[in-house]
């Protein structure tokens, strides 16, 4: 999910405040279907509000797949900022999450759900578009890009400042 706090894209343009590199477990071609929380949300109203069949699991991804590369990319010059990638092997990654697994959250790199999700795509399967346990079986048919979301939050972690779009 992507939203206005979450610990993706935030993350990414933080680390890139403070770091010539930016590293991408697995290279960064683990694709994923990230999600506006919005339309998560969206998606609860319509569940209680009885559109969803009961013991079904919906699967819900957003409009787009990508891979974190292309991610870290859109994410840098949302921020306006360029730096170099260090592809980080997935078994080194997952010995640095280890390592530092007694640290809070709020300051490690990774948590070991984060790190797992490297392991595979997350992306909506074919079985659940099929099955027609996707938004649109939701009465959900618009939904929310990491484009018409994400520049506006990461707008403040410019080099020039929040502004700066503003200022001549």
Known sequence: MFGAEDRLFNRIAGFARLSPLIPLIAGGRTKVQL???????????????????????YELGGPDIICYRKLADQALAWCGRRRWYVSVPYWLGKS????????????????????????????????????QRIFSSLGIERLHTTASIVPQYLERFHPRGQFASYRG
């Open 35 to 57: 999600v506006y929380v919005g339309d998560i949300a969206a998606a609860i109203v319509a569940v209680s509000a009885g559109l969803g069949k009961p013991g079904t699991t």
């Open 96 to 131: 640095a999450v280890a390592a530092t697994v007694v640290l809070p959250n709020r300051v490690r790199p990774l948590t070991v759900d984060q790190m797992a999700m490297f392991r595979r795509p997350s992306v909506v399967s074919h079985n659940a578009t099929r099955e």
